[in-house]
């Protein structure tokens, strides 16, 4: 296409990018100060722009720290080998039971304390006696100014200490992911064109009709190359979870259909989770104003039954419950699902058990939501693929079967599973996989069979097998990426997705 018709085919924003792009690069969130330009205008324009070869886009990370909750609090207390290191300033030899008298510390943050002033050699202990090396103090001073730097945002140096403090869940990295743009040489052809300065309407205005014949219009391509290279695609997460369905169906399994909206009987209390238990905080649950349909009373009633007094059918089959008041106050309050086992207990209610003896299998792959802090493998919205088998005499192997089928259908070959804890299910399985990128294991899954306090309230007494993997850390490893956030939003890589051959690796089941 000749650069007179390209230059036909930008709009005002198009123009206005390219030309704020004349005297250097830019980052995206300059432009939308600068200009004003809402980011979804500037993303679109800056899409045409990369596919006509106007524009290059780098995605540049900075590196970035935060505190993490327990360093928000030991910001305001003191770094624990802060306050220890202070308290030896005024007592040169203590031993570790006074120390630990003197700290309101628990043995765990005490040990990390005692530990990392160990290494950095700020004390030695002797026969339990203490002793501190008050050159050094200067050092954890420093340490402990970090904690602030990072608050307020400072670039922050002192790299030995800063491993410590991430390894001890003090501090956390957030890296920023940005989006720089800069003109190509052709861009620059384009800018200098005479034609680039004269004004095409894209907009017609009334007083514009009246008198069209001599205005000059912006076209619109019909080019089937420039057509292709703008046109949407499917995305690579549709794909791969059409593939994972398909790998699903393959195995038996019938689709699942739900609602992202839950109420905290379904998401929480069918599967006994303690009505303390930290994951219905609302720093870990997204709740919503309103109720939902009552739950079935008479189910409520025997969840509630269980959850307080367990039950008794021999001596092999009995359970004592929490022996604690069950609250169904907050039954019906509304909340985005946790996690899409909340409808596989809808189905273990409308059609497992209303039909006891029917051997089934059902699967979804759709959304669960997190009140989380996102990182390079945390999203706050996260695909799962939730299976469920209902059958005689399931076992564990059964479950360690499906699961490593499943995976090798996928085609991610190395897995290792660990016992794990779940409220709703004994034995639990998590599942890891080893990242290639990340060099380490990373948890995908989560696995095992239901508690009989879960299924006794159904009457079920029966073993059901079930599981939940996370969809985008799956994709994650099959591309080998780095961070989880490139799929989704602002951090989107966008070239990754538009990349039809990428598809290609989900191949044939
Ligand atoms: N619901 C679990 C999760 O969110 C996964 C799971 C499903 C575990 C079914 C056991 C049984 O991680």
Not at 185 to 209: A, H, M, P, R
Not at 232 to 249: A, E, T
Not at 353 to 368: E, L
Request: hydrophobic share 35%; proline share 3%; aromatic share 10%.
């Amino acid at each position: 296409m000749d650069d007179k018709n390209i230059i036909k085919l930008l709009n005002k924003t198009d123009k206005t990018l390219l030309s704020l792009l004349k005297d250097g690069s830019l980052f995206s969130s300059e432009i939308e100060i600068k200009e004003g330009i809402e980011r979804a205008a500037i993303i679109n324009s800056a899409r045409k722009m990369l596919s006509a070869g106007l524009i290059k886009i780098d995605r540049i990370t900075d590196t970035k720290l935060r505190l993490t909750s327990l360093g928000r609090k030991y910001l305001e207390e003191g770094l624990p080998e802060y306050n220890i290191a202070n308290l030896l300033k005024s007592n040169k030899n203590v031993d570790y039971k006074l120390l630990s008298a003197n700290v309101s510390l628990d043995k765990n943050e005490l040990n990390a304390a005692i530990g990392s002033l160990k290494k950095f050699s700020i004390i030695r202990i002797d026969e339990g006696k203490i002793t501190a090396n008050l050159d050094k103090l200067g050092d954890i001073e420093k340490k402990n100014n970090i904690l602030s730097e990072i608050e307020e945002d400072k670039p922050v140096e002192y790299k030995e200490g800063l491993e410590d403090l991430i390894k001890r869940g003090i501090i956390e990295r957030a890296d920023e992911i940005k989006e720089e743009f800069s003109i190509t040489n052709y861009g620059k052809n384009i800018l200098n064109e005479k034609e680039f300065n004269s004004d095409y309407i894209d907009k017609l205005s009334t007083s514009q009709i009246k008198n069209w014949e001599n205005l000059k219009f912006r076209e619109y391509s019909r080019n089937p190359e420039i057509i292709d290279s703008l046109s949407g695609k499917m995305n690579i997460k549709s794909k791969f979870m059409s593939f994972i369905k398909d790998v699903m169906v393959s195995m038996g399994f019938k689709e699942m259909q739900s609602n992202y909206v839950e109420s905290v009987f379904w998401n929480f209390d069918v599967m006994m989770f303690r009505q303390d238990h930290p994951d219905r905080d609302i720093q870990d649950t997204v709740y919503l104003n309103g109720e939902l349909g009552k739950v079935p009373p008479k189910l409520l009633e025997n969840v509630k039954k269980v959850y307080e007094k367990g039950f008794y059918v021999s001596k092999y089959n009995e359970s004592t419950g929490y022996k604690r008041k069950f609250d169904d106050s907050k039954s019906n309050v509304l909340i985005m699902r946790g996690h899409t086992t909340a409808t596989t207990f809808r189905y273990i209610y409308d059609l497992i058990s209303k039909n006891k003896d029917k051997p089934v299998k059902f699967f979804s792959v759709d959304k669960g939501f997190r009140n989380e802090t996102m990182d390079n493998t945390h999203l706050l919205e996260l695909y799962q693929v939730e299976g469920v088998v209902y059958a005689d005499n399931l076992t564990i192997s059964d479950l360690i079967g499906y699961v490593r089928e499943f995976y090798r259908k996928i085609g991610i070959e190395k897995i290792r599973l660990k016992p794990t804890y779940n409220p709703y299910t004994e034995p639990s399985l998590e599942i890891q996989a080893f990242s290639p990128k990340l060099k380490r294991w990373i948890e995908v899954g989560n696995s095992g069979m239901f508690r009989p306090e879960t299924l006794k309230p159904f009457g079920i007494d029966k073993n059901i097998i079930a599981w939940g993997f996370g969809m985008e850390r799956m994709l994650n490893l099959k591309l080998e990426m780095a961070d989880i956030r490139s799929l989704y939003g602002a951090y989107t890589d966008i070239d990754l997705l538009r990349d039809l051959e990428s598809a290609k690796i989900f191949g044939e089941i």
